[in-house]
């Protein structure tokens, strides 16, 4: 007779995961009609969640009055990502490709990155969903034409801007300070601020520097525009301002296809309105003013209007403060005593306690550094060569590895292309253009690897700089005594000060070797 064992059921059963969507809805400006139908796009994706019984909802995201063109200047898309990137979005929904980004490269980067970690985007108006090569390639091409709209709209906003420019009907959003909007809505005169830009102009003409001045109006409490603190960056941007002298000069600045800021230094024609408003100062202050940090920035080797030093020692720019990370500037002490101090620490101590370094200090230590490495090359440098070798050949196998993965790629998506093509998905326009585009990518990906099979049997920068430094060491048995410039010139790529006892020689072959003070 069978023995027969009763088991008792599991009553436990797996329950299946619902697929968790959300939604992002996107208006590019908050007028009432525009508004409406971003709740009009909410409701409708609040309803298509409700219909699929296998789905639940992960929130519906929006951004209100904001452009398209860039992802990080959007909130309702970075919490959207955000949710993502925890794990708490399986699916995304979206009116169309323009509604997520109209900027190409984004909006692929964007659809990559979900991609990766499992999240699927559905874009309802173009029917395209992210799961196969052919949505990804479809994708490309419609979000480019997404991207010719936004520079279309772009190109005929700055059109109109510069027809104001050109007719003098142009009104600026913002004023400077010593500025405000008057009842007729143009610049009148703020008196406190006023009284304060006449300071300024005064205090330099007498001989303060502007750290001076900024120093001096910190110390009496005198609140600068929008909480921020006054600095001799903020003194002499006053001091350069036309619109002191009652004039306006227009398009400063100017935006490029990449919707990237730059500051306009003739690339795009500037409009000067003279006598626009009330001034503050009277032209000959302004002209003398100007005249004087000219001539101040001469003296400090700096470029005038960029800020930026000329490089008319050895250290210029390259003396890092270890404790901020900004550049040390040049100062004469008394009794002629030449120090490298952080330009931080110069505008205020409370931003970085890093006190000054004599130069005298940095050259005795550099010599030391390569006292060092002469009498230890065999040691340091000779294995160091001979490992980046090594390692420099491995890198340029891995990396001719990958782009060959990339040319098959490129050939795959020209199957897929002609396959589109061939089915009249896509018009001849857009079959060119895609065509183009992926064998540009595969020219380049070719021209990668030329290079890198070249390295391979030759040598990389950074080898070619050790080897410099190798054969120096090579050629000085004796201790070196004294500091030259054309030595710093050729191996040190940066001067890191620590604190006053310790600093650090970024050399230009990639060692980092610090010194005791």
Same mark, same amino acid.
């Given at each position: ?81 955000? *949710? ?155 001091? *350069? ?78 003396? &890092? ?10 100062? &004469? ?31 005795? *230590? ?125 191996? *040190?790529?940066?001067? &890191? ?21």
């Amino acid at each position: 007779m069978k023995t027969i064992t009763k088991i008792e059921a599991n009553r436990s059963v797996a329950v299946h995961r619902k697929c968790r969507v959300a939604a992002y809805c996107r208006v590019s400006t908050e007028h009432d009609d525009q508004m409406e139908s971003l709740e009009t796009q909410k409701a409708h994706y609040e309803a298509w969640i409700k219909l699929h019984t296998e789905w639940e909802s992960a929130g519906i995201f929006y951004d209100a009055g904001i452009t398209g063109t860039k992802a990080e200047i959007r909130p309702g898309l970075q919490d959207l990502l955000q *949710a993502c990137r925890m794990g708490r979005v399986d699916r995304i929904l979206v009116k169309s490709i323009s509604r997520f980004s109209r900027n190409t490269a984004e909006c692929l980067a964007l659809v990559r990155e979900l991609s990766g970690i499992g999240v699927s985007v559905f874009f309802e108006k173009e029917n395209i969903d992210t799961g196969s090569m052919e949505s990804e390639l479809f994708l490309t091409i419609l979000s480019n034409m997404a991207e010719e709209e936004s520079l279309s709209i772009s190109r005929n906003e700055k059109w109109s801007v510069q027809h104001r420019f050109q007719n003098g009907t142009y009104v600026s959003s913002s004023f400077p300070y010593g500025y405000c909007r008057n009842d007729r809505g143009e610049m009148g005169l703020e008196p406190e601020e006023a009284e304060i830009v006449k300071y300024i102009f005064s205090a330099l003409l007498s001989g303060k520097s502007s750290c001076q001045i900024a120093g001096l109006l910190e110390q009496q409490g005198i609140p600068f525009k929008n909480g921020r603190h006054w600095c001799d960056a903020t003194i002499r941007g006053i001091v *350069a301002n036309e619109k002191y002298v009652g004039d306006v000069l227009l398009q400063k600045t100017y935006t490029d296809v990449h919707f990237h800021r730059h500051k306009n230094h003739g690339e795009v024609e500037c409009y000067l309105l003279s006598d626009h408003h009330i001034p503050i100062v009277s032209r000959e202050t302004f002209a003398k003013a100007n005249a004087v940090i000219r001539q101040r920035a001469a003296e400090k080797g700096i470029v005038y209007g960029t800020g930026k030093y000329q490089k008319r020692y050895a250290f210029s720019g390259k003396v &890092i403060c270890g404790k901020c990370g900004s550049t040390c500037k040049r100062r &004469i002490h008394s009794g002629n005593e030449i120090a490298w101090t952080c330009a931080a620490h110069i505008e205020s101590a409370q931003k970085c306690p890093m006190k000054y370094v004599r130069e005298e200090v940095l050259k005795a *230590a550099f010599v030391t550094m390569l006292n060092k490495l002469i009498f230890s090359r065999k040691h340091i440098l000779k294995p160091l060569l001979e490992q980046l070798k090594t390692n420099s050949n491995d890198e340029n196998v891995r990396r001719m590895q990958e782009l060959q993965k990339q040319l098959e790629s490129h050939a795959e998506k020209k199957n897929t292309l002609h396959r589109l093509y061939a089915q009249k998905v896509i018009d001849p326009v857009l079959f060119r253009q895609e065509m183009n585009a992926l064998q540009k990518q595969a020219e380049s990906c070719r021209m990668e690897i030329a290079q890198l099979e070249q390295e391979t049997h030759g040598e990389t920068e950074i080898i070619a700089e050790l080897k410099q430094l190798l054969r120096f060491t090579e050629q000085h048995s004796a201790m070196l005594t004294e500091f030259q410039e054309t030595w710093f010139s050729a191996f *040190a790529e940066q001067i &890191i000060l620590y604190d006053r006892n310790h600093i650090g020689f970024r050399l230009k072959c990639g060692l980092l070797l610090k010194e005791e003070i």
